[in-house]
Structure formats: C-alpha cells, structure tokens
C-alpha cells in the first residue's frame, strides 16, 4: 500500500472490542460483563469478526478458549490500540474536569459588566478557578475551546444548557455634565454631537428612538463601531454619546463616570445567559459560577458580596 494512503477501517469496532476482551479474559462470560453486554451478543460479534476476516481467531478448548495463531497476532495489538483510546480520552475527561473554568465572552460584558465584580468573587475558594478569555465570536463549546461562555442572545443554543444573568435593554449614555440639562436643552446639544453606535445596535437604536418621548434624537453624526464597549469609551472621553445595555453600563453610572441622558429604556429581546454543554451541567465548577453570576446580576454593584 502507498504510504501516502490511509488505511480505512472495514471492521466494526464494537466487533473489535468484543474479540479484544474476550482474548484478553480467554472468557466469553468475563468479556460480556465487562463489556454490559450478553454473551450470545459477544459470540455473535466474534462470529461476524471471523466471517468478515476469513480467519478463525479463537476455539473452545475444553471450558476455556485458546486463541489461533491469527488471534494470538491481532489481540495484542487491539490490547495496545484500545489501551492508548481509553488513556487518550481520560486526559481529556480529567482536563476538562480539573483545573481553571475556562470561560469566554464578549469584551463589552468583561470590561464593563464582570470586571468591577469581580472584586466580590471568592478566587481562594476552591472551585472557583478561572481562565477568562474575551473574543466577539462564539467559541465552539462542544469540541472544548471553552468549558463555558457568556452570550447574548434569546436563550436557545442546541445541546447547550442557558442560565439567564439578565435581560437586556438600551439607553443612552454621555457625560454627566450632560445629565443636568432639560431635554429641551438635551437634545439641542446631543443635534451638535456624535452618536458612537455599536454595529450591532443599528435595531436597537431605531426602537430606541422611535419610542423616545417627545420624539426622536438627531445627532449630527452617527459613528459606527465594532462593540458597545467602544462606544461608552468614547462616550466616556467626551467625544459623544453612546447608546448600550443599560446593565451593561450600570457601574459606570453608578459610579459618576457616565450618566443616562433620557429616563427612557428600550428592550432588546434579549438578555445575557451563561451557557454550557448540557454534559456538563454536573460540572462543580459550573454550578459555583453560575450561582455566582446569577445572583452578583441581582444586585447593584454596590450590594452585598454574594
């Protein structure tokens, strides 16, 4: 064969496994019950291992079975093979399960959102490890980039268990020299100024505007930028204002650095959720951040520690 080819398996590998055990214990019997199967579905899985290689692998000899020189060949291999699967996967299961929660989620939501929380999270209890991670993708957690994400969205990944933090709505964000104005007084400046708006905001801020009372806002300028985070920064540095999740932006009210400039909210329609592989749902690990999570979203930043 070329080395270049791949060799295809042809041969189920539940027949392999039943050959493997059995050669192994010189037992149908032992075989099936480690296996959890019958030992009529043993013996039917060797029959149809030798049918398909035309080789007799093992005989009954007395109450014991005696392997053929075919067998006596192929079973240490198997052994070898199925040895090297087995330690391959327990790595796998003890690396997922060990160590720090490997947790992913949007910049905005780390930088404006966990960020100032994370002062109350109880790092030096075990179980509580971290590794965060920020990208703007949704990472795949079913082939194991993550243990675990935050997402925004309506709450229904496939194969993903979604615990709801919050749901979202939007307001408008500036200076909080701004937030001392009347709205008249309000919008004559905001119709002299920039709106940095989230590319994923576009929806958002038309509802927004639409219901605002006394009618809409008419910035001079809209900036369109990749993240809501970018946006409040801008807002921050007095460049514009800035339309966000209001929950996204709560510590950065609360603690003078912004002001909402319009008593006004509008839903989204969608909230912020931690979400995870529904096999992991008895992670440890999993069960500490999201009571963790859920209950630090109940409070103000100012709250008790949870």
């Known amino acids: 064969m070329d080395k270049k080819t791949p060799y295809r398996l042809t041969i189920p590998l539940n027949a392999l496994r039943a050959f493997e055990a059995a050669a192994r214990h010189r037992s149908i019997k032992e075989a099936a019950l480690e296996l959890g199967m019958t030992p009529s579905a043993v013996s039917h899985q060797l029959r149809g291992l030798e049918d398909s290689l035309s080789l007799t692998l093992m005989r009954r000899v007395g109450p014991a079975l005696e392997l053929t020189e075919a067998g006596a060949r192929l079973a240490p291999a198997l052994t070898a093979g199925f040895t090297q699967i087995i330690e391959a996967v327990g790595d796998l299961k ?12 949007l910049p905005t ?21 971290l590794l965060i991670s920020t990208t703007q993708e949704a990472v795949d957690l079913s082939a194991g980039v993550a243990d675990v994400a935050v997402r925004h969205g309506a709450g229904c990944w496939d194969g993903m ?3 709801l933090l919050f749901q979202e709505t939007v307001g408008l964000f500036g200076m909080p020299a701004l937030a001392g104005l009347c709205a008249d007084d309000m919008r004559a400046r905001i119709a002299g100024m920039t709106l940095f708006l989230s590319q994923y905001r576009r929806e958002n801020f038309a509802r927004w505007n639409a219901t605002l009372p006394g009618g809409p806002i008419r910035p001079a300028a809209v900036m369109r930028v990749d993240s809501s985070g970018l946006a409040l920064r801008a807002a921050m540095d007095g460049a ?5 999740g209001t929950e996204i932006a709560a510590f950065d009210a609360e603690t003078g650095r912004l002001a909402e400039l319009f008593a006004h909210r509008a839903p989204t329609g969608g909230g912020y959720y931690l979400v995870y592989p529904e096999a992991s749902a008895r992670d440890r690990r999993i069960r500490n951040l999201s009571r963790w999570m859920t209950e630090a979203a109940g ?3 100012g709250g008790a520690s949870p």
Not at 94 to 105: A, E, K, T, V
Not at 240 to 244: C, D, I, M, P, R
Request: charged content about 25%; aromatic content about 12%; glycine content about 10%.
């Open 94 to 105: 003890h690396d997922r399960g060990s160590g720090p929660l490997r947790l992913s989620m």
């Open 109 to 129: 939501f780390a930088a404006h959102w966990l960020s100032p929380r994370l002062t109350r999270y109880p790092f030096e209890r075990a179980g509580f490890d």
């Open 161 to 163: 268990r979604a615990d």
């Open 240 to 244: 514009g204002v800035a339309l966000a």
């Open 299 to 301: 409070q103000r930043h």
